[in-house]
């Protein structure tokens, strides 16, 4: 009896050491991955752009050999970003897209809103104005994280990307649907008492007065101006 509990015990030991040891293991993995994703954003604000691309790529690889997705979707979106500093959109859009790739496996419809939301955004941002091939992409993928946000029950994101569609069709010419998706964004910001609707205002001003419509352009310009 007494060697069979000093087995037991020396097993119940054992299997603690190893709970430990992988305890131990995984904190120290997730403090270097952690420094690693802060020192390629800590680059990426100061404008070393290769430093930041080195370094991001460094805790991608390291994720992968341990099928764990900590902060590599935050690395993805930081690579999407530097490369479109680099103006190099091909290689920015295929970390991007690969991302959104992953995430469908594994994230949450969160992240997937989150990341069509910041891709459609960067793209119209930093690509050139006269790129029409760019719509066909932003488009989309602000259609797609809208109705995700919907699907969430995120207001102030629905209304967030029902703006930056507005921004997008206001750069096609197209200015009654910009001035659609505006008001539905205004009518909801309005709903959740967003404090800050300036920028709502203002493109509202500019969408009317390029049609035409003086009155409510100055009107909507006064509005903005209530809400500096």
């Known amino acids: 009896m007494l060697k069979k509990n000093l087995l037991t015990t020396l097993f119940i030991c054992t ?46 690889e390291l994720e992968k050999k341990e099928h764990i997705h900590y902060f590599s979707f935050g690395a993805y979106r930081l690579l999407g970003k530097c490369y479109f500093e680099k103006n ?8 991007l897209d690969t991302l959104i790739k992953e995430q469908r496996l594994v994230g949450t419809k969160e992240d997937i809103a989150e990341s069509l939301f910041i891709y459609a955004l960067d793209l119209f941002n930093y690509e050139p104005a006269g790129a029409i091939s760019k719509y066909a ?23 967030d990307i029902l703006k930056s569609l507005a921004d997008v069709y206001l750069n096609q010419g197209k200015l009654i649907l910009a001035e659609k998706y505006l008001k539905k964004a205004l009518s909801i910001y309005k709903a959740n008492n967003k404090p800050d609707l300036f920028y709502t205002y203002d493109l509202l001003s500019v969408v009317n007065r390029l049609q035409g419509n003086l009155d409510e352009s100055l009107s909507y310009a006064l509005a903005a101006l209530d809400n500096i």
Do not use: M, R, W
């Open 88 to 95: 190099d959109i091909a290689v920015s859009k295929q970390y």
């Open 137 to 159: 992409i932003v488009i989309p993928k602000y259609e797609e994280a809208l109705q995700l946000y919907k699907e969430l029950g995120n207001k102030e994101k629905e209304a």
């Open 15 to 60: 299997l603690n050491c190893y709970a430990n040891n992988s305890y131990k293991l995984f904190f120290t993995d997730t403090i270097v991955l952690h420094k690693l994703y802060n020192k390629g954003n800590v680059y990426l604000q100061s404008n070393k752009i290769d430093s930041a691309i080195i370094t991001l790529k460094k805790l991608i």
